[in-house]
């Protein structure tokens, strides 16, 4: 999904940065008209899209552009639970389950609990990917397994990280085949 949506944004000539730390943003309000990165370089643009959490943003930028008082309280903010999605692809529509969403109980003894995982049978919504029915679940969940690996680089966090992703996956993928075997 995100090779295709960079590709289109190039399409359309968008210019890409990634791994290049924005310490301010420097606004007119409400706008954004610049992005000042660590290593100098101030980068003008008519639009800005940051693919990171929110606090991170408000954070660059200035009290004379944001209000103090929002910005005090945006980063004191408790963060929420994170989500662990699962994406499948299928040889066959899974007609069991139908066109819909259901939401399937962690009944699992093993720690920790996966909690509710909201299933989605995308089939009447859209047309499968490449010809292929497709198969969605998702479920919320606080990110201390996950939190040693947080300021590593995504697709760079090694085995142990994708071990662990794996097992939760095929935990998963346990409970959608309990349902629809």
Not at 119 to 130: F, G
């Amino acid at each position: 999904l995100v090779s295709a949506l960079v590709e289109r944004g190039k399409g359309l000539g968008v210019e890409y940065r990634f791994r290049e730390e924005v310490v301010a943003l420097d606004c007119a309000r409400p706008l954004v008209q610049a992005a000042r990165t660590r290593n100098g370089e101030r980068i003008e643009a008519e639009l800005f899209l940051a693919a990171c959490h929110p606090k991170l943003i408000v954070a660059c930028i200035d009290d004379e552009s944001l209000s103090p008082l929002f910005k005090s309280h945006v980063l004191e903010m408790k963060d929420a639970r994170g989500a662990f999605q699962v994406f499948l692809r299928l040889r066959e529509p899974l007609t069991s389950i139908g066109p819909t969403c259901v939401m399937l109980r962690d009944d699992d003894v093993e720690e920790p609990a996966l909690g509710t995982v909201l299933v989605t049978n995308p089939v009447s919504a859209d047309p499968p990917a490449h010809g292929r029915p497709r198969l969605e679940a998702m479920t919320y969940m606080t990110d201390d397994l996950f939190a040693r690996w947080r300021d590593l680089p995504v697709m760079r966090r090694g085995p142990e990280y994708e071990h662990l992703k794996s097992a939760h996956a095929r935990r998963v993928i346990g409970m959608i085949a309990k349902l629809a075997p």
